[in-house]
């Protein structure tokens, strides 16, 4: 049989047109929770996946948001409201990338970057949050509501060339941590998720020849590159009940590149 441990829940994840948003949301809704698929870019791709994700026997609606613009974050929480009710699960998953030398990074790569990764999350979290608030528990989970914050190994590693991106995981650290804090008295479970390589198309250039995927792979002990998947999976898992007692944590699913894997050949 297969474990549904999200029937009956309201999930939206944020940025789940493409990469690990995407493979997110079809696991939540394998999980058997109603999934919105929000999108910024490409509705017809967030329209193919909200359908194809229905066709296992959920509710899926695509909305357009840009999750770093109040009124536009506002607008897509009341139509999942008026549409499902509620919301039990959140998962702040938008991210991008717009790397530079830091002597040539511009205000605008790093004003993007910080907007979309760190404030989307203050925006979405905090509609959710109030949300969840206001209608108090539900019987479908022990949890009043889950928010799981898509960071990533370098809110741990630090990343030349990358100033702008790493200061943004950096900031969910401590923002989930903060949060987690926070909610606890009303029964609001708060983790991270910190994917390491998963092979997507912001980090393409890491993985499609055979040569940037050897080299990549010297930094990953367990010796693959990650899939959607593999954070799919782990997202359910801190969604469901099965992990209630954890909360504010971050579950690190990178195949050991929190490792020093240089140690391992020598120190
Ligand atoms: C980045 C990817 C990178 C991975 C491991 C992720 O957070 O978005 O570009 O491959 O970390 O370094």
């Not at 357009?64 to 702040?92: P, Y």
């Not at 930094?219 to 007692?245: Q, T």
């Not at 971050?250 to 020598?266: A, I, N, S």
Request: net charge negative; aromatic share 6%; glycine share 10%.
């Amino acid at each position: 049989m297969v474990h549904q441990p999200l029937v009956g829940q309201n999930a939206l994840v944020t940025g789940a047109n493409s990469g690990i948003g995407e493979g997110v949301a079809r696991a939540l809704g394998a999980a058997g929770a109603n999934v919105v698929v929000n999108y910024v870019t490409a509705e017809d791709t967030a329209e193919r996946i909200a359908k194809e994700i229905a066709a296992g026997g959920v509710e899926t609606l695509a909305l357009r948001a840009d999750v770093s613009k109040e009124a536009e974050v506002a607008a897509m929480f009341r139509e999942m409201c008026s549409r499902w009710g509620t919301i039990d699960i959140l998962v702040n998953n938008a991210g991008l990338q717009r790397d530079a030398a830091f002597v040539d990074m511009t205000l605008d790569q790093w004003n993007l970057v910080l907007g979309v990764n760190l404030t989307g999350m203050f925006l979405c979290t905090r509609e959710a949050v109030r949300e969840m608030i206001r209608r108090g528990p539900r019987p479908v989970s022990r949890a009043t509501g889950k928010v799981i914050c898509m960071s990533s190994v370098h809110e741990v590693i630090p990343w030349a060339g990358h100033a702008n991106y790493a200061a943004s995981k950096g900031g969910v650290k401590l923002f989930m941590q903060s949060l987690a804090q926070e909610l606890a008295p009303h029964r609001i479970r708060v983790n991270s998720i910190a994917p390491g390589a998963i092979q997507t198309p912001i980090n393409r250039a890491a993985w499609d020849t055979p040569a940037a995927l050897a080299s990549l792979l010297t930094l990953i002990p367990y010796g693959r590159i990650g899939v959607p998947e593999d954070i799919g999976k782990a997202a359910v898992w801190l969604a469901s009940d099965d992990s209630d007692y954890v909360h504010g944590q971050t579950l690190f699913v990178d195949g050991g590149m929190t490792l020093y894997p240089e140690f391992g050949r020598g120190g």
